[in-house]
């Protein structure tokens, strides 16, 4: 039997395995015949995009509910080891390890933050990224109105000023607030700082906008800063030449991401955010075999430019991979995936979102207009189905590319100024 294998549930896994079912289906390929079999610590996809947001139950889709109709095999287990010459992976699994063949393999083990060396980041931080590291965040914050009166109990530090860092923090004002006592509401404050000499920098005709939404907000914003150290009582910022020292319970580092350490393990140049190169079939290049898709994957998404770490791209690349691993497996001809468009919605909490076309970000619309479409994604656009119907999920495992998310355009667009 062939076996088609599958290294992480996330956006680019979880679409690889159910389009890799659905073109087997489509084949008519038996489960004598072939199989697909994806390996994810957890039993549950993660929509990880969602990681800024409270409530988290919401964000996560129990595996064997979609996996299940799909006919592909969960193996709850942590990929320890690639073997590319044997067509062999090594998994981790209640402790004892395993080796496992595959004809084909798709690697879409994701990212990981960036964590460098700054004194007391590891002990004192929170995060995002994870939804463990989300929910450990949110327990934080519950044990505030417990702690002593100190100075710094009600003020967060995001540090890290890209889509992350912008959108948690301008969830945060109002998440402490439902928190904190009555009397001490006033006492709560979000900074949010970038070693970048604007916040929000590379958002284009957007970027405007989301610092007046910050502003509103009450989120107080340090450009051209980097975090020196961290401790138990707050963090020390740097400009280079001098150092302010913020009082904080909690700060939360949002300092980029990474791919999975997994990719190292291929035969190839990884690019500079340790990415695996593939062709436009999601081929990793070199390696037969072996397929990548998501954040551990750089395709050239429209020919030309590098895809971005994002679920944006990471779902389509799923499902190209998927569909294309079992035709390389039967001496089918292969879809190469292009997309030429490219958006970015960004929350801003009570505030709204903004939403920008292109890749230089022209803004398209702002407010509760782009929320209302920020809310389709997060809530719909990129689940898989729910409903449990095998056609219904193989129908949205397509290897097809969608259309941009539609929204309305607010009456008022602004350029960007500088
Ligand atoms: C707070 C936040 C907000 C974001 N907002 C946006 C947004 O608005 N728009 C957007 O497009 N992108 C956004 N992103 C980025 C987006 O979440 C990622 O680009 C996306 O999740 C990548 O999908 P992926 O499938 O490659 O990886 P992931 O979603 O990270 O999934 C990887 C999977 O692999 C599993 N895995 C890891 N290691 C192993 C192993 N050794 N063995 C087996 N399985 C393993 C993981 O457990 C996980 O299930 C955001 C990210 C964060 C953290």
New binding site residues.
């Given amino acids: 039997m062939k076996r088609i294998l599958v290294?992480?549930?996330?956006?680019?896994?979880l679409w690889s395995a159910l389009s890799a079912a659905r073109k087997l289906d489509e084949l008519h390929h038996g489960a004598d015949e072939a199989e697909v079999a994806i390996?994810?610590?957890?039993p549950f996809?993660?929509v990880?995009?969602r990681?800024?947001e409270q409530p988290l139950d919401p964000t996560l889709v129990q595996l064997d509910t979609v996996l299940g109709p799909a006919g592909v095999k969960l193996i709850q287990?942590?990929?320890?080891d690639i073997d590319s010459a044997n067509r062999r992976v090594c998994i981790e699994r209640d402790g004892a390890t395993e080796a496992l063949d595959y004809d084909r393999l798709i690697l879409?083990?994701?990212?990981v933050l960036v964590r460098p060396p700054i004194p007391g980041l590891e002990r004192f931080s929170f995060d995002?990224?994870t939804y463990a590291g989300a929910c450990k965040l949110q327990a934080h914050l519950l044990t505030l109105p417990a702690l002593p009166d100190t100075p710094g109990r009600y003020t967060a530090v995001v540090v890290g000023a890209g889509?992350?860092g912008i959108?948690?923090a301008a969830e945060l004002p109002s998440r402490l607030r439902e928190i904190v006592a009555d009397d001490d509401r006033g006492k709560v404050r979000v900074v949010l700082a970038d070693r970048s000499t604007h916040i929000a920098h590379a958002m284009g005709g957007a970027q405007p906008v989301i610092e007046g939404a910050l502003k509103t907000l009450d989120v107080d914003t340090r450009a051209g800063v980097s975090l020196e150290s961290l401790d138990a009582q707050g963090v020390t910022l740097t400009d280079g030449a001098t150092s302010e020292r913020i009082e904080a319970a909690t700060v939360v580092w949002c300092g980029g991401?990474h791919a999975?350490a997994?990719a190292g393990q291929l035969p190839v140049t990884l690019d500079p955010l340790g990415r695996v190169p593939v062709d436009a079939f999601l081929r990793a290049e070199g390696v037969p075999g072996v397929f990548a898709?998501?954040?551990?994957a750089r395709i050239l998404i429209d020919g030309t430019r590098p895809s971005v770490?994002?679920?944006?791209h990471?779902r389509p690349m799923?499902r190209y991979a998927g569909n294309n691993a079992v035709c390389d497996l039967f001496g089918m001809e292969m879809l190469p995936l292009s997309i030429d468009w490219y958006t970015t919605?960004?929350d801003l909490g009570p505030w709204g979102a903004v939403y920008t076309e292109g890749w230089d970000r022209k803004l398209v619309s702002e407010g509760e207009t782009a929320k209302a479409t920020k809310r389709t994604i997060n809530g719909e656009r990129i689940y898989p189905p729910r409903t449990g119907v095998r056609e219904d999920i193989f129908r949205a495992a397509a290897p097809v590319v969608q259309t941009p998310p539609p929204t309305q355009r607010n009456p008022t667009q602004r350029e960007d100024p500088r």
Avoid: W
């Fill in positions: 290294i992480g549930a996330g956006f680019a896994g390996v994810n610590p957890a996809h993660s990880r995009v990681n800024y287990a942590k990929a320890t879409a083990a994701g990212s995002v990224d889509l992350t959108e948690l991401m999975n997994l898709a998501g954040d551990c770490m994002s679920c944006q990471g799923g919605i960004c």
